[in-house]
Structure formats: C-alpha cells, structure tokens
C-alpha cells in the first residue's frame, strides 16, 4: 500500500470499529438489562428492540449509497453518524421499551457502510483493495472480541443506558476521525446516471455477492443463537465464552492472512470464494456433530475457528469484489444494495435463529446453516472474478 492508502484504511476501519464497538457493546446484555425498564419483561418487544436497527439500516442502506455518488462520500458519512449519535443518545435516555425501540430504529437509520466502503474503494487501487476490505473486517472482528470481554462488567457499572451514552461518544470520535483523518476523496469521474441502479440489479455476478452476503449474515446471526448453549452444554461457564471465541478469532486471523492475499494475487480469488463458502457448511456440520456426540470445549472451538476463517475470508473478500465489478459511476449504488442484503440478513438470522432454537433446538440451527451454505454454493458457482491487478500500477 501506499502511505495515503494506508491512512485511508486505517481511519476507514477505525470509523468501522468505532461505531461497531458501540453497537456490539449492547448485544451481550441486552436481554438482561432490557428488563429493568416499563416494558421489557416482553420478549418479544425486546427482541424487536434488537432486530428493528437491522431494518431500518436495511432500508436506508441503498438511498445513502446512491446519495454518497451524487453528493459526496464524507457529507453522506458524517450526516449518518450523526443521526446514529442522536439515536444512541435517545436510546440512554429511555425509560420504557417503546422509546428504545423507537432510538434503535434512528440508530439504524445512520446507514453508513456502503459509503464507507465505497469511500475505501475510491481511495485504493485493485491491487491492494481486499487487504483494505480485510483490514476492516478484521477492526470489526476485534471490537467483536473485546465487546463479548468488556460488556458484563461494563453493564453491572454504567447499565443499558450507560452503554448507550459511551456509544454516542465513540460516534462523536468517528465524526471527528472523518474530518482529520481520512483523506480527501478524489472526484468523481462521472455523475451517476439515472439508471445506475437498474444496472447493478440486472448484473448477474453483483447479485451473486448479494445472495452471498445475504446467507453469509443470516447464518451466523442464527449460529449465534444457538452457540452459547452448546458452549454450555460443553461445560463452559457463560461468563468464560470469550474464552473459546477470541482464541478461535486470532486463528482465524492468523490462517487467512497468510493465505488469503497470497492466492488472489495469483488469480485464485474465485477458488477462494468458494472455498470459505464450504468452510461454513463444514463448520456447521462440525457444530451439529459435536452437539450430538458431546465434544468437549476444544472441539467446539475448533469448529468456530473454521467457521471464523470462512466467515473473515467473505467478509473482507466479498466488498471488495463488488466494488471492482461495479460500474465506475455506480460504486455507491452497488454497494447500497450489497450492504441492504446485509441487514436484512442481520435481521433474518436473527429472527429465523430465534424461531430455530424454540422449534429444533441447536441441531435445527446447524442444519438449517449447512443447508443454506449449501444453495449458496450451487447458485455462487460460476460467480466471475476479475484477473489480479498488477502490484506495478502503485504510483
């Protein structure tokens, strides 16, 4: 990378973090601590509490790409940070589970991730762009990590609302970070036409990356579900889950780093795809056989470090892609939908996790996993990748 790619990334994956970190801070204890206001003794309220952010992100995600092409990717980013600063600080404030449902929903409304990732796409070379992408994932896994450590104690001192408050503040730092921090973004080289968007949904290989990340975020939000009761059932303490889960992070870290740059930039990157794609069918068979066979920690852990490296390869590979096979003038417009199927995916794994787990328990979540890894592959097969840019083309 180039020293102003380098600063583009980092301060582009610490936007990411920041604003993660506040969102991941909440999952861990929200049911809990959803209880102690007018109202939160109904589940199925709170849960509406937590998915509803998925919705209304999933809703705006596309406008605001599109606006980021028009307008610009700063003022785009900026307007929504704030807009999720004033629902974090909404949501402190609450007293009773509507209101928080309501500050969930504006929180949601600051739907920022495909003008950052366009803005990340604009400001690195092809070469370069999925260790950019992956740097981000990788800002986003940790915050992950550290959220699932520091949230207990941090709810038993500062509470829901105190949780919410830190995240309007860490949102302040990022508006801060893309004022100093990123560099300027290059002009467009074009204004987006009208029927950008109509190109983005008939090109059948942008579509493919949108199925992708819509199965991809359905099914670790449901894996979610029904994880933390076989760690259980294995005999670890809810309270030492991290435990299994940051180890299985940093393998994961460690196997694609020195894997994943290494075979794109020998053209292999389709290989990859789907290559991760059947590490995720893998790990959840694995999950489903260790459920039933009663395997220990180790074993699970295993499994989730399998399910990680599928997951952080998709995750930093899949963006990337579809900025380069976006049409130049359509950036915003194809990451808008990419990042709507996201959310949406954020909010059906949620929902069909939850339904799983009452239904079937744990196997009913794995199995349904392994079964929509598995249309994933079959319809993603023949998804087209570009040749590896030349590392040459650095200015």
């Known amino acids: ?73 700063k003022r785009v980013i900026q307007a ?162 991290w435990q299994v889960y940051l180890p299985a992070l940093l393998v994961s870290f460690i196997v694609m780093g020195g894997v994943l740059f290494r075979l794109e930039r020998r053209g292999h990157l389709g290989a990859v795809l789907r290559g991760a794609v059947g590490l995720l069918l893998l790990a959840q068979a694995g999950l489903w056989w260790a459920l039933h066979h009663g395997a220990g920690v180790l074993a699970v852990g295993a499994w989730l470090a399998v399910f990680f490296l599928g997951f952080n390869t998709l995750e930093a590979s899949q963006p990337s892609l579809t900025s380069r096979l976006a049409p130049a003038g359509a950036r915003g417009a194809a990451l808008g939908v990419y990042n709507t199927l996201q959310s949406l995916g954020l909010f059906a794994g949620g929902a069909l996790g939850g339904w799983l787990m009452r239904q079937y328990g744990p196997a009913g979540v794995f199995l349904a996993g392994a079964a929509l890894c598995g249309v994933w592959l079959a319809l993603g097969w023949r998804l087209r990748t570009p040749a590896p840019a030349p590392a040459a083309a650095a200015p």
């Open 80 to 241: 929504g940070l704030a807009v999720f600063a004033l629902g974090s600080a909404w949501a402190a404030l609450a007293t009773d589970i509507d209101h928080l449902i309501a500050a969930r929903a504006l929180q949601g409304a600051g739907a920022i991730s495909a003008a950052v990732t366009a803005l990340l796409a604009d400001l690195t070379r092809d070469a370069v762009r999925t260790k950019a992408m992956a740097l981000v994932g990788m800002s986003i896994a940790a915050v992950f990590a550290l959220s699932l450590v520091a949230a207990p104690p941090l709810a038993a001192a500062i509470g829901l609302p105190g949780l919410f408050a830190l995240t309007a503040g860490l949102t302040l730092l990022g508006m801060a970070v893309v004022q100093w921090g990123v560099p300027d973004e290059p002009p467009r080289a074009a204004v987006p036409e009208q029927g950008a968007l109509r190109s983005v949904l008939r090109d059948r290989d942008l579509l493919r990356l949108d199925l992708g990340v819509l199965l991809l975020h359905t099914v670790q939000m449901a894996l979610w579900m029904a994880v933390p009761t076989l760690l259980v059932q294995a005999g670890l303490p809810k309270a030492a889950h």
């Open 1 to 73: 990378m180039t020293a102003d790619e380098r600063r583009a990334s980092i301060a582009l994956a610490s936007i990411f973090a920041l604003r993660m970190l506040g969102l991941f801070l909440v999952l861990p204890v929200f049911a809990l601590e959803a209880t102690q206001l007018h109202g939160g003794h109904d589940p199925a309220r709170v849960g509406l509490a937590l998915g509803v952010y998925g919705l209304t992100q999933a809703v705006l995600q596309m406008p605001l790409g599109l606006a980021s092409d028009r307008f610009g990717r």
